[in-house]
């Protein structure tokens, strides 16, 4: 405590050296560059003296052992799981000498304010203390240099779950650095898997910014919530590690290339934790940081980016373990994938989503005040319907006026920050001749529904079916002739990856339990506003095991056959 105390104090003196009396230190007199260099070396010192105190003081935990999900230089990191803990209190003294550290920050910075490393650590341990309006405030009369402030304000907006304004800051920040320094901003080839990066890797430095924009845009956890958290996380990273320059750090060690690394890929720890080996023990002691909940992988897959209108859940792996990357959003602890079925239907230039959860499976959203949004994404904009304090299994539905674009549905457990989703392409182009739907499941009663509604109301929760009990499978059809129009409709349900020589023998009936069912029959569609919507009943008890494309085939007089296929798991 004494060297803190201290340099300080010199600092202080020195503080009140270049202040005119009787004036406060913002309306100092020039000081001159010895001064200038002496007042920045103390305050550095001042910053190491800190961090010091506060690894001495650091609330104990458990020391982390056993294989590293992923190693980078010194450091080993753990993804950690669904039930990382909520930091504990912050020791008081910690917190009554960061602020006697801001309040000599704040001073060094109105005496010397083109410092960006005195900036920087200012922004930085105001955001550390919660003080976001303090740092946002502070932004504003920065004199660092523009993009250097720009990009502070970016980060403590961020910090403060402020993502719009987040946004605005950092894209303002980008427009103001020189061209090689923006393009080494827009780099995020270290947070990439392979196929992407290579695209990446080929994209000019002039093109750089719209195509970060749009994978991470795209990757955003929650359309919901908003899409450019994912983007303004990333550039806060940079951020953060810039800042971390030349400082001194929670854990003890130097600033080196790996911890720069950790902080692009990874992020920065949110809170620590210390373990102190026994007495007389030859172990280390060691500095555990911790994140706000559990890093999943957002980055989508090269298909997802390439083309948005064919993107599923299967673009995404949440929870791999040994991602390039991971992200904990501070409104999200979790994210998991969610069962559920989404139907795309046409209503004129518009697209209507029917969307059934069940997440009841899902422990950390039982018992939750839960809210669902139907979240509809393409390149320019994200519009979404939401419903309040739903169930952990439900329904509802949601229209859209887009042609193409990514369609989420997502559950949100605001106070426990649990979330869970779907994500699934589409295109909804009007069609000029006869089109189809898509396939909506659902439980088959003692009539046929006659539209939408009515199987909406019964839709299945996900795309898993019990084949002891028969399903209903519904869709509409488009662009028939008002007269009337005949219709050869084939309806199958085929497993995916038997080999024609097995359906063969199932088909001779030298094989038992069948893989495929097929239905055909002729009929002239009923229409309703130019809508022919059609329900029929299919048992699956003769289905063994395994997933399933069932698919829709409709040949109508005159025209092309169309096609419509759904995927399902059938147990």
């Known amino acids: 405590m004494l060297p803190l105390t201290l340099k300080v104090f010199r600092v202080v003196a020195l503080v009140q050296l270049v202040s005119r009396p009787g004036h406060p230190v913002r309306s100092q007199a020039p000081v001159s560059a010895p001064d200038s260099a002496r007042l920045a070396r103390d305050v550095r010192s001042a910053q190491s003296s800190f961090e010091g105190f506060r690894r001495s003081r650091l609330p104990t935990g458990d020391r982390m052992g056993g294989e590293c999900d992923v190693r980078i230089g010194r450091y080993c990191y753990w993804r950690g799981d669904d039930e990382e803990p909520d930091p504990p209190a912050e020791p008081k003294a910690i917190g009554e000498r960061r602020r006697s550290l801001l309040r000599l920050l704040d001073s060094v910075g109105s005496i010397i304010p083109g410092d960006a490393w005195v900036a920087g650590q200012y922004v930085r341990y105001l955001v550390e203390a919660g003080r976001y309006d303090d740092a946002l405030s502070y932004t504003r009369r920065c004199a660092a240099g523009t993009s250097w402030c720009l990009a502070l304000a970016g980060y403590a907006a961020h910090s403060a779950g402020k993502f719009a304004l987040a946004d605005s800051a950092f ?64 550039l806060s990273r940079l951020t953060r ?80 373990a040994r991602a390039m990357t991971g992200y904990a959003p501070a409104f999200a602890k979790t994210v998991h994938s969610l069962p559920a079925q989404l139907a795309f239907f046409r209503r004129g230039d518009s697209l209507l989503v029917v969307a059934a959860w069940d997440a009841r499976r899902d422990t950390s959203m ?95 929760a996900s795309d898993e079916v019990n084949a002891s009990h028969p399903i209903g499978v519904f869709w509409e059809t488009y662009g028939l002739r008002a007269s009337g129009q005949p219709v050869k409709f084939t309806l199958s349900v085929e497993q995916v990856g038997v080999t024609w020589l097995r359906r063969a023998a199932e088909r001779m009936h030298l094989s038992d339990r069948s893989s495929a069912v097929r239905i055909q029959w002729d009929e002239v569609p009923r229409q309703q506003n130019g809508i022919a919507p059609r329900g029929v009943r299919l048992d699956l008890s003769r289905l063994r095991s395994g997933q399933y494309r069932v698919q829709l085939t409709a040949a109508a007089a005159g025209a092309e056959p169309v096609v419509t296929t759904r995927l399902v798991r059938v147990r």
Not at 173 to 180: E, R, T, V, W
């Open 171 to 234: 894209h303002a920040a980008l427009a103001a650095m020189p061209d090689a320094e923006r393009c080494r901003w827009l780099d995020i080839s270290d947070v990439l898997d392979d196929p992407l990066r290579d695209r990446f890797n080929r994209i000019p430095c002039e093109r750089r910014e719209a195509f970060v924009r749009h994978v991470l845009r795209i990757g955003a956890p929650l359309y919901s919530v908003t899409t450019s958290d994912l983007l303004t996380e990333h």
């Open 366 to 460: 039982l018992g939750r005040v839960v809210n669902a949004s139907v979240a509809a994404l393409d390149d320019s904009v994200v519009r979404v319907s939401r419903a309040d304090s739903v169930q952990a299994r439900g329904r509802m539905s949601a229209t859209f006026r887009m042609d193409s674009g990514i369609v989420s549905l997502e559950l949100l457990a605001p106070h426990e920050r649990r979330a869970a989703r779907r994500r699934h392409g589409f295109a909804a182009r009007s069609p000029s001749g006869v089109a189809l739907s898509d396939l909506l499941l659902y439980t088959p009663g003692d009539s046929t529904p006659g539209n939408l509604a009515e199987a909406r109301d019964s839709a299945l």
């Open 241 to 320: 590690a810039k800042i971390a320059e030349r400082a001194a750090t929670v854990d003890g060690e130097s600033w080196a290339d790996d911890q720069r690394e950790l902080v692009i890929r990874y992020g920065w720890p949110r809170w620590y934790t210390r373990w102190e080996p026994a007495f007389g023990s030859q172990m280390q002691r060691s500095i555990t940081g911790h994140d706000v909940g559990m890093p999943f992988d957002f980055i989508p897959s090269l298909r997802a980016v390439d083309s948005v209108s064919e993107a599923s859940d299967d673009d995404w792996h949440l929870d791999d």
